[in-house]
């Protein structure tokens, strides 16, 4: 359904996000018809770029990153006259003024800061928008991740945003949450009566999260080495992924219902420190190798990453992580990310329990224990591995075999990218698929207690080489544990 008119104000304007993501998102709204009146999109940043040399900048990057059957000459026409540029500094009032102009008359209308900037600057943006009265009653702020780099840094950023915003107002964005699959774990979860009942320690024998990426870090080695796959994809896409296959039921879907039991997960999170960060953690860097057949570098190699010195940074992290609750008990949760993997995929797999006695011979084979497979990229599907008989008259013999939910065959809609659902949910008021302040607070809390450990004892990353699954290390961390990797991929 349509949304309300609104005016995207788009902070890092010309960065990679911006480009990439966010606008092909709204482009793609447009083109469903979802945006109306004189809805404007906004892109501010420090370039000095004319409204004109913005728009060719949007038209070239919409072109590059829709499909060809995506971009449409009148979707363009109709979401390009809704661009707009304005050069401002966030360390300065330069440029303030000239936003003031533009937003003038329209205090009415939804108003959306979305700060696609690095989070140093989210509190000096706050306080320069209240500053030139720009902060309406319908305004919404959306913070980018990473939300700092520690605890201590994301607390002071959430109470320099919270100074300017309520906590209402404030949109902490988690791409994740707004992937298909990951919201159909809801589904699968909540609206299915098969799966709660075996939900737990009784039943599954333990849980992996993968997701592995075939990229290295394309462009962006100056974050990316001062961050690390830790702090850029654990302490928030993992987790969040974690929290919504370990939560309790909500009471509904309500946004406080749904945030409230994340956090009790992320609360029992046993934590990894330096008695067992050894035996709990694996962090990887690749070196040289290839992908798809591809020849690439090492990451030290790549441009603006380690610059050619060596940098102790992870491009790979494997993590056992154990929730200490009444209904996972003793369950494993096996956690890995990595860069330069030998494919692109995220899944989550339940691992079910052996049956706990076999009534068949010997020769009719092994009974592999019940996996339950969400697929979230890039095929999202749900999978369920069971055991069945080979057919034939040769006796009893056992086979695995699976049961097999394709979303693409089975719902031919199209999937929207998932930034595109989360910015229409701004304009909506609807937090849901967001992160609250504590929330952001706790996962830090837990994941910094890592990375002080691995400060503490000093470890120098282990090397794998690109387009392999991580070091040998992540194989050895789950093997210890008489448990392998599921790479099906
Ligand atoms: C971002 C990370 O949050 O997620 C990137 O900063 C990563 O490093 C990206 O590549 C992965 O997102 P997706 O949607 O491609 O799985």
């Not at 000093?458 to 790479?487: C, F, M, N």
Request: net charge negative; with cysteine; hydrophobic share 40%.
């Amino acid at each position: 359904a349509p949304v309300d008119t609104f005016d995207y104000l788009v902070f890092g304007g010309t960065g990679d996000l911006a480009l990439r993501k966010l606008l092909p998102a709204l482009y793609l709204r447009d083109k469903a018809g979802q945006i109306t009146g004189d809805s404007r999109v906004m892109a501010v940043s420090r370039s000095q770029l004319s409204p004109a040399e913005y728009k060719a900048k949007a038209e070239e990057a919409l072109r590059q990153h829709l499909h060809a059957d995506e971009f449409d000459e009148e979707t363009w026409g109709r979401f390009g006259a809704r661009l707009d540029y304005v050069a401002a500094d966030a360390t300065t009032t330069h440029g303030w003024g000239e936003l003031q102009e533009h937003l003038k008359g329209r205090d009415e209308i939804v108003r959306v800061f979305y700060l696609a900037t690095s989070p140093e600057l989210f509190g000096p943006i706050s306080e320069r928008l209240r500053a030139f009265g720009l902060v309406t009653e319908k305004s919404r702020v959306v913070l980018e991740k990473p939300i700092g780099r520690d605890l201590a840094s994301a607390k002071r950023i959430n109470d320099e945003v919270g100074s300017v915003f309520a906590e209402e107002q404030i949109y902490r964005i988690d791409h994740y949450l707004g992937k298909e699959t990951v919201q159909n774990l809801l589904a699968l979860r909540f609206a299915n009566s098969l799966f709660e009942p075996v939900w737990d320690a009784g039943h599954v024998d333990h849980v992996q999260i993968t997701v592995a990426e075939t990229v290295g870090v394309e462009g962006r080695g100056g974050y990316y080495d001062n961050s690390g796959a830790l702090r850029d994809m654990v302490q928030n896409h993992l987790m969040q992924l974690l929290c919504l296959v370990g939560m309790e039921p909500p009471v509904s879907l309500d946004q406080e219902a749904v945030r409230d039991e994340k956090i009790k997960v992320l609360r029992s999170l046993k934590p990894i420190g330096v008695e067992n960060i050894a035996a709990s953690t694996v962090r990887g860097q690749y070196r040289a190798g290839a992908v798809n057949g591809a020849a690439v570098g090492a990451y030290a190699e790549e441009a603006g990453a380690g610059n050619g010195k060596p940098s102790n940074t992870e491009t790979f992290v494997a993590l056992k992580v154990e929730i200490e609750n009444w209904r996972w008990s003793g369950v494993p949760f096996y956690l890995r990310t990595g860069k330069r993997m030998p494919a692109k995929v995220s899944e989550i797999v339940i691992q079910f329990r052996q049956v706990p006695h076999s009534i068949f011979p010997r020769g009719a084979g092994e009974i592999t224990p019940n996996l339950l497979i969400v697929r979230l990229q890039p095929d999202e599907s749900i999978r369920l591995n069971l055991m069945a008989k080979d057919p034939g008259p040769g006796g009893m013999r056992l086979r695995e075999a699976s049961l097999n939910l394709s979303f693409a065959e089975t719902f031919k809609s199209r999937f929207p990218d998932a930034y595109e659902r989360l910015l229409m949910d701004v304009v909506r008021g609807n937090p849901t698929l967001f992160m609250r302040r504590d929330e952001v607070e706790a996962a830090w809390r837990w994941t910094e207690s890592i990375l002080d450990a691995w400060e503490a004892r000093g470890d120098s990353v282990k090397p794998y080489i690109a387009g392999t699954w991580g070091p040998s290390q992540s194989v050895a961390l789950i093997e210890r544990d008489g448990r392998t990797w599921h790479d099906d991929a």
